[in-house]
């Protein structure tokens, strides 16, 4: 790396939300990561990260996975080690989609939604979904190679009206 510029390194991904109703069906949120190439940095992601799943090389893990939003404060985390992907790698989205086992169930439907993406003790981005209460997924942050000053990220909030599997194939193509 050239330049006093680091970009950003090694960053957590974590989600929260409050469980459902007694009686109702559980709420289930899932963060999302897609990787994309250089050569298709909006295509089909060639990495998909969520639940049960980690990126082929190590540096992509979700590393705690809640089905129902209980615990405190935040209930999925996902680690992001943007320093240490291959060169070929030029974007990673990362997004939360809902299940919808139990019904239609869109952000707005969920309280006390919110993530936060962290490198280190410092807040990227802290955000709670009220910009997309109708979305069933949604975008959250992109990542972006930075020539040889590392990684950069920016806020990418869009809301898409799309189960989980259909999200996976759109995550790459949000563009604001």
Same mark, same amino acid.
């Given at each position: 790396?050239?330049?006093?510029?680091?970009?950003?390194?090694?960053?957590?991904?974590?989600?929260?939300?409050?469980?459902?109703?007694?009686?109702?069906?559980?709420?289930?949120?899932?963060?999302?990561?897609?990787?994309?190439?250089?050569?298709?940095?909006?295509?089909?992601?060639? %990495?998909?990260? %969520?639940?049960?799943?980690?990126?082929?090389?190590?540096?992509? +893990?979700? %590393?705690?996975?809640?089905?129902?939003?209980?615990?405190?404060?935040?209930?999925?985390?996902?680690?992001?080690?943007?320093?240490?992907?291959?060169? +070929?790698?030029?974007?990673?989205?990362?997004?939360?989609?809902?299940?919808?086992?139990?019904?239609?169930?869109?952000?707005?439907?969920?309280?006390?939604?919110?993530?936060?993406?962290?490198?280190?003790? +410092?807040?990227?981005?802290? %955000?709670?979904?009220?910009?997309?209460?109708?979305?069933?997924?949604?975008?959250?942050?992109?990542? +972006?190679?930075?020539?040889?000053?590392?990684?950069?990220?920016?806020?990418?909030?869009?809301?898409?009206?799309?189960?989980?599997?259909?999200?996976?194939?759109?995550?790459?193509?949000?563009?604001?």
């Amino acid at each position: 790396m050239s330049g006093l510029n680091k970009g950003v390194g090694r960053v957590e991904v974590t989600l929260k939300w409050d469980p459902a109703r007694i009686g109702a069906p559980a709420h289930d949120l899932d963060l999302v990561a897609g990787v994309f190439t250089t050569d298709d940095p909006h295509g089909a992601p060639v %990495h998909l990260v %969520h639940f049960g799943s980690r990126s082929p090389d190590g540096t992509i +893990t979700l %590393h705690r996975d809640s089905r129902t939003g209980q615990g405190f404060g935040y209930d999925e985390a996902m680690t992001l080690e943007l320093n240490r992907l291959a060169p +070929t790698y030029a974007r990673v989205v990362v997004g939360v989609a809902i299940q919808q086992s139990g019904g239609r169930l869109a952000f707005g439907d969920i309280a006390n939604t919110g993530i936060r993406v962290r490198e280190g003790y +410092t807040d990227l981005l802290v %955000h709670d979904f009220t910009d997309v209460p109708d979305a069933l997924s949604a975008t959250v942050v992109e990542f +972006t190679r930075d020539g040889a000053d590392g990684w950069a990220y920016r806020p990418l909030l869009h809301g898409f009206d799309a189960d989980p599997q259909t999200f996976a194939t759109l995550l790459g193509s949000a563009r604001a």
